[in-house]
């Protein structure tokens, strides 16, 4: 079965700029891919190449199967795209302007069950008879993303999908995303580095017009972080625990911190480079009638790996296997 999406070495120079670079990725039916990448790094080239919107000098973008570039309205027809600027007409009415993007797509769905649909699943129902232009920022997004969704098309391409809508809007959005990618696949650019960790399965950093990272977000953390650290809230006294977890096979250091409750400390664990010791630590106060009240991992988040990508302190460059697990542990 061919992938949705299917990237192939695909590169844009302009003049002796290279703004993208021989990239290579494909997304799976039914899967939001996150698309990161700082300001300049070639992240909106890519993305502007794989709608149609600009040409690659050189390389492929397949939409489900169909080069964007030799046949543009049948892969086009697959695409609905929210660029980060919605293009709207502000003198038309909410439901006037989703009726001509009807048309301009040329869709074949009944038309008034459709629209009501799509105006219902962003939540603009209540302002369809409104002229845009008076509508605020929030609810022109929502209008750029029920543009987007006209025609029901398999692949949906969100730049920056919930810019300038309030946090619970976000929340909405966000559902409404995860949604979507039960049926739809889906490539999401955010600059808010949390809304790309909720929504999505996979998880694509672009800098300096490569692909710097491509993995799950657990796995970049563990892959990029060289942090192996355990924080552990636990009940009993205080040297005994120390010593007791020194003797842990593995074991790098152990650090006590403040009392936290009544005879309760927190204790900062690290572990040796592929070694995990959760369960020995689990054995040892168990044994000695210590109760663990939390325990959470200080692993590296999505924005400490982001930075650390970006700004060169390491680059995760995946192989065919890296990528076909990665896709197994989302999927799971």
Not at 89 to 101: E, Q
Request: aromatic content about 6%; charged content about 25%; overall charge negative.
């Amino acid at each position: 079965m061919l992938p949705m999406i299917e990237v192939r070495n695909l590169t844009k120079h302009y003049g002796d700029k290279h703004a993208v670079n021989d990239i290579s990725f494909t997304v799976e039916d039914g899967e939001i891919l996150g698309f990161l990448g700082p300001n300049g790094a070639g992240k909106s080239t890519t993305m502007n190449m794989l709608t149609g919107y600009i040409s690659s000098t050189s390389g492929q973008a397949l939409i489900n199967g169909v080069d964007i570039l030799e046949d543009p309205i049948k892969a086009k027809s697959y695409i609905g795209y929210l660029p980060e600027l919605p293009p709207l007409y502000l003198d038309m009415t909410v439901k006037g302007y989703l009726n001509y993007i009807f048309d301009l797509k040329k869709c074949k769905l009944p038309r008034k069950a459709h629209l009501n649909e799509v105006m219902t699943l962003t939540k603009i129902t209540d302002v369809k008879e409104r002229l845009i232009k008076n509508l605020s920022k929030g609810y022109k997004q929502r209008v750029g993303l029920a543009q987007a969704l006209v025609g029901n098309p398999p692949v949906l391409i969100l730049d920056e999908p919930t810019v300038g809508l309030d946090p619970k809007q976000i929340l909405e959005i966000r559902t409404l995303i995860k949604k979507l990618g039960k049926n739809h696949t889906v490539i999401l650019s955010s600059h808010i580095l949390s809304e790309i960790q909720a929504v999505c399965d996979r998880i694509i950093i672009i800098n300096h017009g490569v692909v710097a990272a491509h993995d799950t977000t657990d796995n970049l953390s563990r892959n990029v972080s060289t942090d192996h650290r355990i924080i552990a809230r636990i009940e009993g006294p205080r040297d005994e625990i120390v010593k007791a977890m020194r003797n842990i096979e593995g074991i790098k250091y152990v650090k006590a911190d403040m009392e936290r409750e009544a005879g309760v400390y927190e204790y900062e664990l690290e572990a040796l480079p592929g070694s995990d010791i959760r369960r020995d630590l689990y054995e040892i106060t168990r044994e000695h009638d210590w109760p663990i009240l939390s325990l959470r991992s200080a692993e590296m988040t999505l924005e400490d790996v982001f930075l650390k990508i970006t700004m060169g302190e390491g680059i995760v460059i995946p192989n065919a296997e890296d990528i076909a697990e990665a896709k197994k542990g989302a999927e799971a």
